[in-house]
């Protein structure tokens, strides 16, 4: 009698970070983008045939694909599409993580990680960043069983270059490397174009960043057939229809205007230059960001009273109980007018003891 | 050197069923709804606010639990929510099923299940249906490792009511099992009420079928705290956010708006038990149905043939080359007009030899 219970899964509750749906706040706590979705993907939601929605999705979602496939100059077998980029990567980690020696990553990075890696009963080992929070990739050439690392990684918002991931991939050829491009499109380096070269990497992106899509859910992963293909069969095997019809309306046209991207991940970068130097003034130490968010400290000042104070003046910005990074906070990039707020705010915060 | 390829995922890849997408096709293959999805829903897709999909949507899509909670008198936290009830069922397998028994699902069933417990290593047995294509309750009183079987069966059509789902749960005190009702609302018995009294029977059900959302993915299920809590544990361990925004508002309005989920599915059962009579009219033998689907063999005719046929003339129907099924057809059942013309090319390939 109710030996059922002895074979639930045991697992720690996962518990994401805050949502608040409070409204005037100011939300820089989840890395969203602070624009709208491209005015041509917009218009795609409201022409859509709601009629249509009566029948199953592509189930491959083949036109989105294609509109990938076209913007990175490769083909539609090299492109990999899921319900957002933990959906990708969650997969393959199950394509491709199958040795039973231990796979790679950082220990201050992505917090979904070790979750997926207990949820899939994955080895794995975290090297230490070294102290200025860059990876060292002498940490990454020994026997692995797969390696996968943000790139930029997150929560540091520091970028390495074509250098760093070619030395990476060359001292990998027996394991699957998967670089997490979520936050790329904000001045980072992509190695898209690497997929063509090593066989073994696997590239995955984001709608939900660089794109403001995160309420629609569209991840992709860009690598050789020999990737996609066991990918797909994975993929296949979980869920037929990942990736609604809307998604794909939406992600054509948003993957289509180029113009508006730029113009948006510009304005995004501009802003983040612009905090930077303004904290910079204020004594903060500030991480040289790639991403749509800063990693900040401050000597003098304890940033979990920061953030707390930040939130009770209704500023959301994002704050980790965690070894090495418990004097940090990541601040989401938002509009101009809510960087003002920001900075107004962390002033008062600072002179409060005045 | 490539030693990463022998930590591939080795995997048949599945093959969904064909969705041809030309045009001027009779498509019964894929058991859609032949309605437009809720007037209701297809008003809140015009009016929703394109610019908040920047934003992530609710982790826990609490909106939408609520409504489906409402509608089947449940507590929210008895409602879970995924990407299609195929994501559901997936985390449910690895949620319940971790036991080294077997788990056990009829012969003829979903095609998926077997899919799923090669991706997740779970072991399974298929008792066979009796000859009229009913569960054999027998089979299903041993030691297991859980059950999981559709109720309306697939592609059966054949519903069991409360009597045998009450025996199965009275046998299974010590499995954890899952009644798949993803074809329930044309006319079958649903268990939803018996999981108050069962804290071990979990139920799944979809938008695909009978609110005509299909392209829009969103599954469910319904069951005890102690069930819903370490489904929930495993989806915050895979994927945060599996609903999307348009989806949940859309789902809400479809749940709200009972009315017109009423009278098409009366509509369907009405088109249904016609196509019953004249199919019998012409010398087949029909299943009781209580789907959207009717499953039809004739001891005269071979129904590979049948399908060819009015596949050749754009008239999509399913064919299983099956053990034991493979002279039997799935139709899904469509508009008036598309039954019309259904019978019309039947009638021509009975008559084609003479």
Same mark, same amino acid.
């Given at each position: 009698?109710?030996?059922w219970?002895?074979n639930?899964r045991?697992i720690?509750?996962?518990v994401?970070g ?12 989840a890395?969203?983008?602070?624009y ?5 993907a917009i218009?795609?939601?409201k022409a859509?045939?709601?009629e249509?929605?009566r029948l199953?999705?592509?189930?491959d ?8 496939a ?5 083909e539609?077998?090299?492109v &990999?599409?899921? @319900?957002?980029? *933990?959906?990708?990567?969650a997969?393959a980690?199950?394509? #491709?993580? +199958?040795?039973?020696? %231990?796979?790679l ?5 992505y917090?979904?990680?070790?979750v997926w890696?207990?949820?899939f ?10 102290k200025? &929070?860059?990876? @060292?990739?002498d *940490?990454y ?7 996968? #690392?943000? +790139?930029?990684?997150? %929560? ?6 074509e250098e760093f991931i070619r ?7 027996d394991?699957?490397?998967i670089v997490?491009?979520?936050?790329v499109? &904000?001045?980072?380096?992509?190695s ?12 995955t992106?984001t709608?939900?960043?660089s ?6 859910r569209?991840g ?11 990918l ?6 979980y ?10 309306a ?7 205007d ?23 003034a204020?004594?903060?130490e500030?991480?040289n ?10 000597k003098?000042y ?9 939130k ?17 906070v990541?601040i989401?990039?938002?509009t101009?007018?809510?960087?003002d707020?920001l900075?107004?705010?962390?002033n ?7």
């Open positions: 009698m109710n030996e219970k002895n639930l045991k720690k509750p996962y994401p805050e949502q608040s749906k409070e409204k005037n706040i100011v939300k820089l706590n890395n969203e983008n602070p709208p979705p491209s005015p041509k218009e795609a939601l859509f045939n709601a249509s929605l199953y999705p592509h189930a979602a083949t036109p989105l694909k294609a509109a990938i076209e913007y990175y100059g490769v539609i077998e090299n &990999f599409l899921g @319900n957002g980029s *933990d959906d990708v990567i997969l980690f199950q394509a #491709f993580f +199958n040795s039973e020696k %231990p796979i990553f950082p220990d201050i990075t917090s979904f990680y070790p890696c207990e949820l009963k994955i080895p794995f080992k975290t090297p230490a960043l070294n200025d &929070f860059r990876i @060292n990739i *940490d050439s020994g026997e692995n069983g797969g390696i996968v #690392f943000p +790139n930029p990684n997150a %929560p540091t918002s520091i970028c390495e270059g030395k990476m991939l060359d001292n990998n050829t394991s699957v490397v997490d491009e979520a936050y499109d &904000f001045g980072g380096y992509s898209v174009k690497l997929t063509k070269e090593y066989e073994n990497l696997l590239v992106g709608f939900s960043k794109r403001s899509l995160a309420g629609l569209i992709f992963a860009i690598g050789s057939r020999a990737l996609v293909s066991v797909e069969a994975v993929k296949n095997s869920n037929s229809y990942t990736v609604d019809a809307l998604s794909i939406m992600g054509i046209e948003s993957v289509n180029d113009e508006y991207f730029k113009a948006t991940t510009a304005k995004i970068i501009n802003t983040r230059e612009r905090l930077k130097t303004e904290l910079e204020l004594g903060f500030v991480l960001s790639s991403t749509n968010f800063i990693f900040a400290t401050h003098k304890n940033m979990k009273e920061m953030f707390e104070f930040l009770a003046r209704k500023v959301f910005i994002r704050y980790f109980n965690l070894p090495r990074i418990d004097n940090y990541r989401t990039i938002g101009d007018i809510e960087t707020i900075i107004s705010e962390i008062n915060f600072l002179n409060k003891g005045e």
